[in-house]
């Protein structure tokens, strides 16, 4: 097979703030490509993803960095008619964030990613995100599959339409951060599976609801807000311990740890849930 590697356009460097800190502007233009890999590895700072409606590249990025400490690196290729694209912001060796405590809030200020994905190609994201904020707002992209790993962030991702691309498995990692997804109805998915570590997760399941959907979730000392429409129907499977909190408003119990919404006979989609619970919560709402 084929490979072909296209360099990345850097269309514009800039000093900005002070001469540590750079701002650079890459661009990979569109050649054709059927299908695009994503991964993005950002340890520190504001994360920002959006679509992009120019038709003539996959992606236009703005990225400043505070270049004694980090600098990124970013590499595109080509496997046939499949792009890969890979984004990475390396800390210099003799450098240590966690040393440098009374400049931490201005490090997490000046390294800021800003990311605009094409709508044009079905594209899989696989994004690890260290200590910082992130926002992935995944409306008019068409996601074919996402892994998720939120490490210490806070992050709000969000399917505001429905995705044109269908996600066989959607993988959501949290830790000590708060993390909020919106629109999981709109994202299109079969299946999807959350953990949730010592933060706080909250997932809003509004959007459309083409068929039924199964997802497990697993809750370890944080907590977990789930909110589905009162038009889906739902089963919990769930065995919590004394220690775990467990709020299931609206269910009924129809066997031993099963647990069904009042709408479950009449509803034309359901959502099926498995939820492993240690010593977190659970919460689920209703929402009109």
């Known amino acids: 097979?084929?490979?072909?590697?296209?360099?990345?356009?850097?269309?514009?460097t800039i000093s900005a703030q002070s001469n540590d800190i750079v701002t650079e502007r890459h661009s990979v233009p569109y050649k054709g490509e059927k299908e695009l890999d994503v991964s993005i590895e950002f340890g520190l700072g504001q994360l920002?993803?959006?679509?992009?409606?120019?038709?003539?590249?996959?992606?236009?990025?703005?990225?400043?960095?505070?270049?004694?400490?980090?600098?990124?690196?970013?590499?595109?290729?080509?496997?046939?008619d499949r792009g890969k694209l890979k984004m990475v912001s390396h800390q210099n060796k003799d450098k240590s964030v966690w040393g440098r405590s009374k400049k931490s809030d201005s490090d997490l200020k000046n390294n800021h990613w800003r990311i605009a994905m094409t709508e044009q190609v079905p594209t899989a994201y696989n994004v690890e995100l260290g200590l910082?904020?992130?926002?992935?707002?995944?409306?008019?992209?068409g996601v074919s599959d996402l892994n998720l790993e939120c490490g210490l962030s806070d992050v709000l991702v969000e399917f505001a339409k429905k995705n044109p691309e269908r996600i066989r498995n959607l993988v959501i990692q949290t830790g000590?951060?708060?993390?909020?997804?919106?629109?999981?109805?709109?994202?299109?998915?079969?299946?999807?599976?959350?953990?949730?570590?010592?933060?706080s997760t909250k997932l809003r399941f509004d959007g459309d609801?083409?068929?039924?959907?199964?997802?497990?979730?697993?809750?370890?000392?944080?907590?977990?807000?789930?909110?589905?429409?009162e038009e889906y129907a739902v089963q919990i499977e769930a065995e919590g311990s004394f220690l775990s909190s467990l709020n299931f408003n609206g269910f009924r119990e129809v066997e031993q740890n099963i647990?069904?919404?009042k709408n479950w006979k009449n509803a034309g989609q359901r959502i099926y849930l498995v939820i492993e619970i240690g010593l977190g919560s659970v919460d689920i709402r209703w929402i009109e």
């Open 1 to 12: 097979m084929k490979k072909i590697i296209f360099p990345i356009l850097i269309l514009l």
């Open 48 to 80: 920002e993803l959006r679509s992009n409606d120019n038709s003539k590249y996959l992606v236009q990025a703005e990225i400043t960095y505070s270049k004694d400490i980090y600098r990124p690196e970013i590499s595109y290729k080509t496997v046939g």
């Open 132 to 141: 910082g904020k992130g926002i992935l707002d995944f409306t008019n992209i």
């Open 176 to 199: 000590l951060g708060n993390v909020e997804v919106t629109g999981l109805c709109n994202s299109n998915m079969d299946r999807f599976s959350v953990e949730s570590g010592l933060g």
């Open 209 to 229: 609801l083409r068929r039924d959907i199964k997802g497990r979730l697993t809750v370890g000392l944080g907590s977990l807000t789930i909110e589905i429409p």
């Open 259 to 261: 647990y069904r919404s």
